[in-house]
């Protein structure tokens, strides 16, 4: 009887908390280290969530969970690549970071990272598709591993601000929560594509 009468008593917002910040560090963390999962829409969608919970400190936990979790998966993915570039047969991260690294975004994030070293890292997470190619300009300039989470630390944390601020305008626009994400979802999708539509309009045009 006490622990059913606990179990209803427990407020919805503790529940979302308790399942919402691991659940969100997991996915970021898993993101971050296979190349395809929209982070950055997770980030915002908790966002959403959090602006609309009463409970102190929700949007900074958002804000900590998402940069630590993209931190550890980004210094986690560039170690997998760095024994990829030691072992004689590769290994399958490296494969992945190379197939999600086009020839030309590859030169153009060498150029950048001769020109302002590891700085570029701070851009290479707010630029849509960025990421990928500058990491793999690191490791094949031999980067060591303290540098790139030197350069990686600012990054990670200027990407989980901009996409907390992206979910923070959708939750404010709206009085549902699940509006706010929708909106959220749609314009972090929208950013993330509108440059490679882009680039493939200018080759169409150009051709």
Known sequence: MFLGTAATGVPP???QQALGYPSLFLLVLIGAL???VPTGALVSSAAVVA???TAPFSLVLVFVVGAFAAFLGDVALYWLGRR???SKN???WLETIRDRAPEERLAQAQAKLNDHGIAVLTLSRLVPAGRIPVMLACLLARMPLRDFARGDAPACLAW???????GILGGSLFSEPWEGVVA???LTLAVSTAPGVWRRIRRT???
């Open 84 to 86: 990829g570039m030691r």
């Open 160 to 166: 989980a601000a901009t996409y907390q601020l992206i």
């Open 184 to 186: 959220a979802v749609v």
């Open 13 to 15: 917002e503790s529940t």
């Open 205 to 207: 045009t150009a051709s």
């Open 90 to 92: 590769g290994s399958r």
């Open 51 to 53: 602006f609309h919970q």
């Open 34 to 36: 296979v190349p395809v």
